[in-house]
């Protein structure tokens, strides 16, 4: 459903990634693991049309995307970038309903449906988002990027800096609108165990490239790999 052929990037005239393929099936969550440092930012963002690609290409159902990340996100990509993106000064609801209808979609339907999925943000639907804590930021940055729509969720490091209650949370609502919504999920994280909750299996990158690809019970099970390229 989802795929990088062969993307090669970076920026200037440094390439951090070399010649990457993985593939999200429908209704697939999927990790992309290893340390920092490894390229697996510079992955998300090419597949968001953030850099230039110096080869290859990303594409959703067999179809290349086109360079504007706009016109990604029309397609169906969703994007949560490392270190949240929200509107610091609009409100909660206000930062859901224009990314709904940025995508063509009812603004006031769409807030509805989130706050149901992410009660957390109930008392603060009417502050503005720069007031949050980190983790209720990076919430609200998921919602906004469901409130498109997506067909594939990109997900740069979304526990970074957030509690483990909020964790537990997060992974309890991306499984529900996976099994419900058939959204297929890339997950880049550094947290093994929010990935093994949620992911069927993981590709493993070192030094740009993708080293490995591991299904769940093999990779819970290897801590040579755990400890070699994860740092587990």
Known sequence: MFKILNATGGYG????IRDISLEVKAGEIV?????????????????AGLIPAMAGHAEIEGIPMPNSPAKRAKMGLGYVPQGRFVFPRMTVIENIAVAAASNGYNPKNTVEELMEDFPILVPKAN?????????QQ??????????????????????EGVQPSII????????????????????AEQDLDFCLSIATRAYVMDK?????EIDRDSLRANKTLQKELLGV
């Open 208 to 212: 740009g490239e993708v080293h490995m």
């Open 138 to 159: 990076q919430v609200l940055a998921l919602a906004r990027a469901l409130a498109t729509r997506p067909k594939i969720l990109l997900l740069d490091e979304p526990t």
């Open 168 to 187: 537990d949370e997060m992974s309890g609502v991306l499984k529900r609108i996976n099994k419900e919504n058939n959204i297929a999920i890339l997950v």
């Open 127 to 135: 502050e503005l988002a720069g007031g949050l804590s980190g983790g």
């Open 31 to 47: 990790a992309l693991l290893g340390r920092n440092g490894v390229g697996k930012s510079t992955v998300m963002r090419y597949a």
């Open 13 to 16: 005239k440094t390439t951090i």
